[in-house]
């Protein structure tokens, strides 16, 4: 009987996603659609957390008030991005603390890009410009994405991930225009992050392993290599009005296409950073853990006080 019943959600899930309806919590859905998304959206709200080290490293060495006030806000706001799309997460049946656990187990993935360093100044500007920058070319096309509570999640976010890209590109701007000690800092930020950058958007098409099913469901509504040469398209023309070298000697408009060509990724450096060995990938899973454990009095008292008020409203029940 229930094989019937099964059949029959499927039916209308499926109707309902080809009719660009979302997909709520309390819907019928099919299991692999609910892990799909587990997998997607936790990994994305580790990516908000885990992004915060890189940045938040270069708070108190920002070179002004203003540039500190910035960097603050936009550090929090990845913060709170963390914490919306665990919420989100969380509507699909798993709990926060599951979800941890697979980051700090590594057993949950996070964007790769975070496991590179920020070694000077500029690369704050770099990370606003390009990281973001891919982000927000990556969660425009999620806006659409079928689970609702993610849709909303992101319509939300690109809201201050357009902040973030715009601050990081007056602060490589500014340094790209400045002095030549300057210029020659935003060009090697640039050099740097470039290609990591184009590896966020994940491997190709043809290798995706994740790619196709998700693209049936509607969560991703357009293909890695769709968004990455969006990108591409969209940045050339930024480093060009910066008066930096390009980063990849490959990339040249192609009039036929109408977008431009570029060299091809090192996939073996995007594997072994994916697979644990990238830079920074054991520094920033030592410091995940400490700060968990750090704020574990916070826990404490947040669950001492649930108690507090439930018995409170049990002596008033009785
Ligand atoms: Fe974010
Ligand atoms: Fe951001």
Not at 93 to 105: D, F, P, Y
Not at 211 to 216: C, G, V
Not at 245 to 257: C, G, L, R, T, V
Request: charged share 25%; glycine share 6%; with cysteine.
């Amino acid at each position: 009987m229930q094989k019937v019943d099964d059949a029959q959600a499927q039916i209308e899930f499926d109707r309902r996603v080809a009719d660009e309806q979302k997909i709520e919590p309390t819907d019928w859905m099919p299991d692999d659609y609910r892990k799909n998304l587990i997998r997607q959206m936790s990994q994305h709200a580790h990516s908000e957390v885990i992004g915060m080290q890189p940045e938040g490293n270069w708070i108190t060495r920002a070179p002004s008030l203003r540039r500190k006030a910035i960097l603050l806000a936009k550090v929090q706001d990845e913060g709170g991005h963390g914490l919306y799309l665990y919420s989100a997460t969380e509507t699909l049946g798993i709990t926060r603390s599951e979800m941890i656990e697979a980051l700090q187990t590594r057993k949950a993935k996070y964007a790769s890009i975070f496991n590179y360093p920020t070694l000077n100044w500029a690369d704050i500007g770099a990370v606003g410009w390009l990281v973001d920058g891919a982000a927000i070319v990556n969660q425009i096309a999620l806006q659409r994405t079928s689970y609702g509570p993610y849709s909303r999640a992101m319509i939300r976010i690109c809201k201050e991930e357009s902040f973030h890209q715009r601050q990081g590109y007056e602060l490589i701007y500014a340094m790209a225009k400045g002095s030549p000690e300057q210029k020659e800092m935003a060009q090697d930020a640039l050099n740097r992050f470039w290609w990591p950058s184009l590896m966020m958007f994940g491997p190709h098409d043809s290798d995706s392993a994740h790619s196709a099913k998700s693209m049936q469901w509607k969560i991703k509504r357009e293909t890695n290599d769709v968004l990455r040469q969006r990108f591409i398209d969209q940045t050339v023309p930024q480093i060009e009005v910066l008066g930096l070298e390009m980063p990849d000697p490959e990339i040249k408009w192609n009039e036929e296409k109408g977008q431009y060509d570029s060299g091809e990724i090192n996939w073996q450096e995007f594997y072994e950073v994916i697979n644990g060995n990238g830079p920074c990938n054991h520094q920033r899973i030592k410091h995940h853990l400490k700060a968990h454990k750090d704020g574990e009095w916070v826990r404490e008292a947040v669950r001492a006080y649930a108690e507090k008020q439930q018995a409170k409203k049990a002596a008033n029940v009785a």
